[in-house]
């Protein structure tokens, strides 16, 4: 076994001279160091001679890391991390530094180039191959040996970069694993493996146990149910091509393409999620939707199953439905702190309808079962009423539509009343006898809160009225609107500061003659590991609340049109959607592209 390189000694005084470390801390580290290398390596395995090999492959930086030394500046309550201490080496010592993005990540480079053990040994990984070199992550940038190994192993020139040795090991994991699962599993499609398990809460193997177990394809749908938990995806698709099956992930509102699986796991890899959902195994040639649970770090999350038969196949989309997504503080939704009291004195009322309107991906069921989460208490009877439920919340009543044996929003909605409610979420007004319905039940002493798919908040009443609502009761129940888009966030790993210019502000509206405004400084993410390259990371909502008062009433009661509506709206103080994106826009929350995209539709 080859010795480590850099030293706790000579890492310490690296990050002293750099002021990661007071002095008082650097010569703690290098007291402390032999013990807590030892501490590490019995904490990773209880095996006698695999904790001797433990403790000689920990690194200098994982050992430091492990201390947890707050950062010598100013009094922070950041600490000193591997990355930062893997990266400020590298700084030092005039070697380039790399932070693996998963997304990029070559399995056919990786697991053709050197084998599992020898990369596990190693904490070796192929990143990348060009002409003669090949590109590869280590946590130890003189190892001559291994430099040396690997070129006669590949026959190429090796160009190391440095990386955590934590983060190779967990992708050799990761990379390794899923390989292994889907190559097994293509190689017993021939055989028929059975896969059937009719469990409605599935509990996912550890990453680091699912190597011993041997059911490849249940591996390998856990592996990519585990890539997606820590990618924060909401999506996944499993899509069927002519010659392969194509992966892909949905992270902030972006597809990215993951993994190809060989065409003949994909039968089975759809089989054993639709076993998992209680879907038809044998049905290919309809539409199916189904649901199951599992957990991610104790926390349940539900999943939405659907599929549907495409040219090649059977297409699988999960929705990832993560409770600590979905539902969060009314405070925490986007709404600018100015307005908030304006929504909750919406949602606090004893009884009225309050509309949620936007687009598909807008945001509204984060919203709707935020404010849902808010009101429900012992107290009061929580009923939801919805196609399909997405996510079920033991404190709601929830009813779940099926048009084909005549339960319709508003059937559902008349048996409803007689369940006595206090509060009613009505998934979507759709037709007139359901807004008729939702107007009756708020007119009888409920809140009701239900959406519609229109663009901006006066839209809302103006289609409501299309559907032939009674405008004096529109007028007598409606409390307010929420218009509601979503934007992505700059991120903050790497914003920079950027100008707009004279054409990027005349489009956002802003009149530069008479706000004497010449030029606008924003924050724009240049684009990083940590975002993936898109400069954008999370997201976070905008919102248009306009309030029914007496002017908007009378409006109503005379027919006005959506755009007479939003101008007395405005006036009364409501800022539209463009507004409250520029605004997310100044205080550097998110960017020029995203106020625009987001906004395109909506009226200044």
């Known amino acids: 076994m080859r010795t480590q390189r850099v030293t706790v000694e000579e890492l310490v005084q690296i990050l002293f001279e750099k002021q990661l470390l007071t002095n008082e801390q650097a010569r703690d580290a290098v007291v402390r160091a032999e013990s807590q290398r030892a501490r590490l390596s019995l904490e990773r395995s209880s095996n006698a001679s695999q904790i001797q090999r433990d403790k000689k492959s920990i690194t200098a930086a994982e050992v430091i890391a492990s201390f947890q030394f707050a950062l010598n500046n100013n009094g922070s309550s950041e600490t000193l991390d591997e990355d930062l201490i893997v990266k400020t080496l590298a700084e030092a ?3 380039a530094y790399i932070k693996i993005d998963p997304l990029k990540l070559d399995s056919n480079l990786i697991t053709s180039t050197v084998s599992l053990p020898f990369a596990r040994r190693t904490s070796v990984l192929p990143l990348s191959r060009s002409d003669n070199e090949l590109t590869v992550a280590v946590c130890d940038p003189y190892d001559k040996e291994l430099f040396e190994e690997l070129r006669i192993l590949t026959r190429m020139e090796i160009h190391p970069v440095l990386t955590m040795r934590s983060d190779i ?8 694993g899923f390989k292994k699962s889907v190559t097994n599993a293509a190689r017993e499609m021939t055989s028929g493996v059975d896969i059937g398990n009719l469990e409605q809460l599935f509990q996912l193997n550890k990453v680091d146990d699912i190597e011993s177990n041997d059911q490849h394809v249940v591996n390998a749908v856990d592996y990519l149910l585990h890539y997606a938990f820590d990618q924060r995806a909401s999506d996944i698709h499993i ?19 993951i993994y190809r699986i060989p065409k003949p796991v994909h039968p089975a890899v759809v089989s054993r999620i639709k076993t998992m959902s209680r879907l038809d195994l044998a049905e290919k040639r309809r539409p199916q939707d189904g649901r199951f649970k599992s957990q991610k770090e104790n926390v349940e999350v539900e999943m939405r199953v659907s599929t549907l038969p495409v040219a090649f196949g059977e297409k699988l989309v999960i929705r990832i439905f993560d409770p600590t997504i979905l539902i969060q503080d009314t405070s925490e939704l986007g709404i600018e702190q100015e307005h908030h009291p304006t929504f909750m004195n919406f949602v606090d009322r004893p009884n009225g309808l309050i509309l949620v309107t936007g687009p598909t991906g807008s945001g509204k069921t984060t919203t709707l079962y935020s404010t ?8 009061v009877n929580v009923v939801s009423i919805e196609d399909p439920i997405e996510m079920v919340i033991e404190e709601f009543n929830q009813i779940a539509i099926h048009p084909k044996i005549g339960l319709t929003f508003a059937n559902a909605l008349r048996h409803v009343l007689r369940q006595d409610p206090d509060i009613i979420m009505v998934g979507e007004i759709r037709d007139t006898e359901t ?22 908040s006066a839209s ?16 007598s129940v409606l409390v307010g609107v929420v218009a509601q888009r979503l934007v992505r966030c700059v991120c903050t790993k790497c914003k920079t500061e950027v100008s707009l210019n004279g054409n990027q502000l005349e489009l956002l509206g802003i009149d530069l003659e008479s706000s004497g405004v010449t030029e606008l400084k924003v924050l724009e993410g240049a684009g990083c590991v940590h975002c993936r390259n898109t400069g954008l990371y999370g997201r976070t909502g905008v919102f248009e609340l306009l309030t029914v008062n007496d002017t908007i009433r009378e409006l109503i009661l005379n027919q006005a049109d959506a755009p007479t509506i939003l101008r007395a709206a405005r006036a009364d103080g409501t800022v539209t959607l463009r507004e409250s994106a520029i605004r997310k826009l100044a205080a550097g929350i998110t960017s020029f592209g995203e106020v625009v995209r987001a906004t395109l539709d909506a009226d200044l």
């Open 435 to 456: 807004a008729e319905q939702a107007i009756q039940a708020a007119l009888t002493g409920h809140l009701v809160i239900s959406t519609l798919h229109t663009n901006d």
């Open 93 to 95: 010592k005039g070697i």
């Open 460 to 475: 809302s009443i103006t289609r409501l009225l299309e559907l032939g609502a009674n405008p004096h009761l529109v007028a």
């Open 169 to 176: 090991q967990r992708f050799i994991t990761e990379v390794y």
């Open 239 to 257: 899509e069927p091509k002519r010659l392969h099956s194509q992966v892909r992930m949905r992270i902030d509102g972006v597809l990215h393409d």
């Open 372 to 379: 849902l989460r808010h009101l429900s208490s012992p107290e």
